[in-house]
């Protein structure tokens, strides 16, 4: 079963990389001592062949002196068992030896290792091939066997006989190979510890990240995280603990937007509702009496009651086009055109199309602009939108014989535009609400067509711009909006 957690598989891969470790380097050490073995022996042996070929060897008619030779192999096996030597001629094969026919099993020796030890400059151990084994290979001393400088052949020595490789053998077994067990035994043991204890501390943190971001699941997102580990830290864990956090409290706000969005949304549903009703209804009645009653209707009675389904009609209208606006900046979908355009010709085009209106109602409508009002970089199509709303709200809330006044003053950096009235004003404690959705002031006529949107519409509208729709009221002295738009840029 493997394991789950990240300190179990760090220690699980630490372990086997230490048993990896531990087996290459016993393997290497044995190997570093049978090898070391070899070049002391073969280093102190060096001239050994060349001793017996200078003082023993005899050579007769170019040949070498069979009958001296065994004497000397024989003296040889008595003097040091140790020791195996083997005559071979110049290509290699076996013409000699010191030891048992019947342990013999080549029938020549590889000359590259001999030419090797014979050169210059050799690198010790240089290993050679053993007559009495197929693929073992020993040191050995080696010395040409010459006669007026023509090579007869070689007195070939092998250093260790099969005594010798026992007794190695057991010695590597009962003491070499117990300490070297032991000592790596015990390094990689405290190695292992010390490895779990760093790995214990450094998934310490990940640990806290990780019981941390299990209380925020469980808790569905909405509790604030406690206990985080360190965020300040530079490292990978400190970056994660940081984009952690970070995630989490944008996963907090976008919770709360969506809160807030489906509560606005209930209040839209019951606000639209409604404000569809009272106009669908006033539309269904009226209409529904003209078709009962329109033989016995009066045509002044009829017109009247053609007028009211008509009004309720705009106001149905006008509340659906102001639904989908307000839809669409909120979306994003509404895409600014900006462009550079005199604003004082726009304030003049405004108040000239509510010019019959305001006779209508005998109010007063001026226009004060500062001379060389320069032109505005800004989507003159949504400009011309907000100050339809701010003086259609100003006629609606004053009364006969009162004043709408829009003024537009300029500086180096903006145009500030100001739309006033000395009309019915705002209590105090409804300042803070007017610009929220269907938001209507007490006392308002039902009977006035709008659903509370267009202050709403008007500061999305300048939001979009970089701006914003301030208010300034005093009830029963006036209202005043006002906003700025940065001037064209050269």
Known sequence: MMPRTLFAKLSLALFVLFVLVGVTFLHASLNSAYMYQQEVAQRLNQDLARYIVREHVQLKDGEVDRDGLKNLFHNVMI??????????????????????????????????????????????????????????????????????????????????????????????????????????????AFAFAGGLVVFFLLTRRLRKLSHSMDIFREQDFENAIAGLTDTTSKDEIGVMAATFQQMAQQIQAQLLRLKETDALRRELVANVSHDLRTP??????????????????????????????????????????????????????????????????????????????????????????????????????????????????????????????????????????????????????DLAHIFQRFYKKPGNDEELPGAGLGLAIAQRILELHGSRLAVDSVLHQGTRFDFALPVQTP
């Open 79 to 188: 003097i040091n068992p140790s020791l195996e030597l083997y005559l071979l001629d110049t290509r290699g094969k076996v013409k000699a030896y010191s030891v048992d026919a019947s342990k013999v099993v080549r029938d020549s020796v590889s000359l590259a290792a001999i030419t090797r030890v014979l050169s210059d400059s050799v690198t010790m151990p240089v290993l050679g091939d053993d007559p009495k084994s197929l693929s073992r290979q020993k040191a050995f001393s080696v010395a040409p066997i010459e006669q007026d400088g023509v090579n007869q052949g070689y007195i070939y020595a092998v250093l260790g006989s099969e005594q010798v490789d026992v007794i190695s053998e057991l010695i590597q077994q009962s003491f070499i190979m117990r300490e070297s067990v032991t000592t790596i035994l015990l390094a990689l």
């Open 280 to 429: 669908l209804a006033t539309l269904k009645g009226y209409i529904e009496t003209l078709m009962l009653k329109n033989d016995t209707l009066s045509d002044a009675d009829r017109l009247h009651y053609l007028q009211i389904a008509h009004r309720s009609s705009e106001r149905l209208n006008k509340l659906v086009t102001e639904l989908f606006e307000l839809a669409k900046l909120d979306a994003g979908e509404l895409k600014l055109h900006k462009e550079s355009f005199s604003l004082a010709e726009l304030a003049h085009d405004v108040m000239h199309k509510f010019d019959l209106r305001a006779q209508q109602l005998g109010l007063n409508l001026e226009v004060n602009i500062d001379t060389d009002v320069p032109y505005v970089e800004a989507d003159i199509g949504l400009i011309e939108r907000v100050l339809d709303n701010l003086v259609d709200n100003a006629l609606k809330h004053t009364p006969g014989g009162g004043t709408v006044k829009l003024e537009l003053n300029a500086d180096s950096n903006q145009v500030s535009v100001i739309v006033a009235d000395n009309g019915d004003g705002i209590a105090e404690e």
